[in-house]
């Protein structure tokens, strides 16, 4: 009896491997049924924006003799400053996105001392026009007005001012009051 379990434990054994083995098969079918639908399927691609970006309108206000702080008033802290170029500052935008070419743009201010003596660089467009090359997913997407009318101003009328006799306090003026640091009693 001994001799037939033995015999019937390695009939099963064979019918196991077999069936694993024959599982490995499938599933490499399997496998490689899955990778052919996955490459359909694309992954997520960021759009990455480095710099700062410079419109035509900020360059246009840009004057010889102004300040280093008027400067970054107006265009923002450089991307790159040098140890070696102290009186220059790089601005440099650049915008990859997918299936658009790379867009890239780069201002060049030089100072002497604290004081701007001339700006180069590409064209840069305005504001709206950047926009509108950013393009919209949405169907009829339009380019926003960025300027208000003067109907559109005239819904929002202006503070009214103070009486010149009254005793109103001016917003800067007012006292403040702040809640203690330590609770009273430490």
């Known amino acids: 009896m001994h001799v037939q379990a033995r015999c019937s434990a390695r009939l099963a054994l064979t019918v196991v491997v077999s069936a694993v083995l024959a599982a490995c098969g499938s599933l490499d079918n399997a496998s490689q049924r899955i990778a052919s639908a996955a490459s359909a399927v ?24 102004m300040s280093r702080q008027q400067v970054r ?44 003596v001339r700006h180069e660089g590409d064209e840069m467009p305005s504001e709206s026009e950047f926009v509108a090359t950013l393009g919209s997913k949405r169907a009829g997407g339009k380019v926003p007005v960025l300027e208000a009318t003067p109907e559109q101003l005239a819904r929002f009328p202006a503070p009214a001012e103070p009486a010149a006799g009254s005793e109103a306090l001016a917003p800067a003026d007012a006292p403040r009051q702040y809640p203690p640091l330590e609770a009273p009693g430490r």
Do not use: C, M
């Open 73 to 116: 008033d107006i265009l923002g802290t450089p991307l790159l400053t040098s140890v070696f170029h102290a009186d220059r500052w790089e601005y440099v935008f650049s915008l990859k996105r997918k299936d658009v070419e790379i867009q890239t743009r780069k201002l060049t201010v030089f100072f002497d001392g604290d004081q701007l």
């Open 42 to 65: 694309t992954p997520y691609k960021v759009e990455v924006v480095q710099g700062n970006f410079v419109s035509r309108e900020q360059v246009e206000a840009l004057a010889p003799g």
